[in-house]
């Protein structure tokens, strides 16, 4: 199949979240199941000047046009990047220190028009156009409207990704006419959405197909509590709604290979896994010992991933025989909470407020139990990462977490709150003590198979459905 992949972040090119792990990952997925695949992207002053993003070898960035240019991943992947410096030639990919750019529908309107030429530009019939969240949900608006008298568009079909229903892409109703869209798709049945546009919600309906991030997820955001108020909508097309799990980049995410860690071991050589933990309790300046279990947290510091009832916690926790690493960014009210009291227990509690991915590796592989309590979770690869590096996860029971962290390879809580996650980290500190027990919970972890090739072949058989009627 000919698959056309557009996103407005990629990885190894630009990524501000999971999105572009997933736009980058899936197609060499796909090209290695025989498949050919193209990305489209904006091209952003990061995609030029990139950061480091060592996840992934990429060509050389060459010109094909005045506002095209191209580099490629995996054997033969093009990824093509759509220029415009007024909308594109910017520190940020989608805001400033000031909030969120205040003409990204105009960006993002651009980009999907863009695209949309630029394929019959490289004469790329593609079977599926595979976009992704709001800022290209356009795409399928347009070749449904605009574009749907073109034979050279006729037969593509649209598929579109969910990553995090709580980013719509929602602006004033004043600045519909810069869509260039017929007001008859200013309604109910459209983009309206109370009084306002909202491009997500057009994405979903003018789609053939829509898919979630996780099976679970694909069910919680038909629901009110989950749905941000798109939950009528997405059951009216719940025919065409389907979860797929993400899948894990193993080249990357390997103990057995990783070039940041101390030692590296395997699920059938487990020893090397005391080696980092114990070079991880050096560098958090804990006492190095091999009784005392070591916690991690690799996250967002926000309320979505379970730092109210963490924060609620984190005394009671304290007083657990444990100690707590955590490495992320995000809310000043948490650094603030969690800044003083890792001063209060500086022998239990190791606090690195940044990224630093070089750190997270060695927290994946040093630590004995992974907290992701969070309190909706589309997918999660927190807790897919702890599983490879036999690091036990307790999360709690809601979107990927609950697709794929069970009694069998970790603990979950089914009732939000400090009590129960509290209970869910008691249990755990008490399967450590039994070493036999926790030997066979890091083997079972280890062995789950949460590869992208997994993936990859279950979206195989949705764009062929579709393709096929």
């Known amino acids: 199949m000919r698959i056309a992949m557009c996103a407005s972040e990629v990885v190894p090119f630009a990524k501000t979240g999971g999105l572009a792990d997933v736009a980058g990952a899936l197609p060499v997925a796909l090209e290695k199941l025989g498949h050919e695949v193209i990305i489209i992207m904006p091209g952003y002053k990061e995609t030029r000047y990139p950061k480091s993003l060592s996840c992934r070898q990429a060509g050389e960035i060459r010109k094909l046009s005045a506002d095209i240019a191209f580099s490629s991943i995996g054997e033969n992947i093009k990824a093509y990047f759509i220029k415009n410096d007024a909308y594109f030639n910017r520190d940020g990919l989608y805001q400033d220190k000031k909030g969120d750019y205040k003409d990204n529908l105009e960006r993002f309107t651009y980009f999907c028009r863009r695209a949309i030429v630029l394929l019959k530009e490289i004469n790329f019939r ?4 595979h976009v992704h969240d709001w800022q290209t949900c356009l795409i399928p608006v347009y070749l449904k409207s605009i574009y749907k008298e073109d034979p050279f568009y006729k037969k593509m079909r649209t598929i579109l990704t969910i990553h995090n229903i709580g980013y719509q892409g929602i602006f004033p109703k004043d600045k519909f006419p810069k869509l260039a869209l017929d ?10 959405y109370y009084g306002q546009i909202n ?10 197909t829509i898919t979630t991030v996780s099976p679970t997820y694909s069910k919680e955001i038909q629901t009110e509590e989950f749905g941000f108020g798109l939950e009528g909508v997405l059951s009216e097309r719940k025919d065409s709604l389907f979860g797929i799990l993400n899948g894990l980049d193993y080249s990357i995410w390997n103990p057995e290979s990783d070039k940041f860690i101390a030692r590296n071991f395997s699920c059938g050589s487990p020893q090397g896994k005391n080696k980092n933990k114990e070079e991880l309790q050096k560098l958090c300046n804990f006492p190095v010992t091999n009784t005392v279990p070591v916690l991690g947290i690799v996250s967002r510091l926000a309320e979505q991933k379970g730092f109210d009832i963490l924060r609620e916690a984190i005394e009671d926790i304290c007083k657990l025989n444990l100690q707590l690493v955590i490495l992320g960014t995000g809310e000043a009210r948490y650094h603030e909470l969690l800044g003083k009291i890792a001063k ?21 592989a040093g630590s004995d139990i992974f907290l992701m309590p969070s309190r909706y979770e589309p997918c999660g690869l927190g807790q897919l990462i702890s599983l490879r590096y036999g690091t036990i996860p307790v999360v709690f029971k809601t979107g990927g977490l609950a697709d794929t962290v069970n009694k069998d390879n970790g603990f979950v809580f089914v009732k939000y709150g400090k009590t129960d996650f509290l209970k869910a980290i008691k249990s755990a500190l008490k399967a450590f003590r039994d070493k036999e ?28 459905d579709a393709s096929a009627g």
């Open 199 to 208: 491009l997500l919600k057009g994405g979903i309906i003018f789609s053939d």
């Open 126 to 129: 593609a079977d599926i156009i």
């Open 344 to 364: 209060k227990y500086p022998k239990t509690i190791s606090l690195h407020l940044k990224f630093d991915d070089p750190l997270a590796h060695k927290i994946y």
């Open 437 to 464: 027990l926790w030997a066979c919970l890091m083997q079972r972890a280890m062995k789950g198979d949460f590869s992208w090739e997994k993936s990859a072949r279950q979206y195989i058989k949705l764009y062929k």
């Open 183 to 192: 007001w008859s798709l200013f309604d109910m049945k459209g983009l309206e």
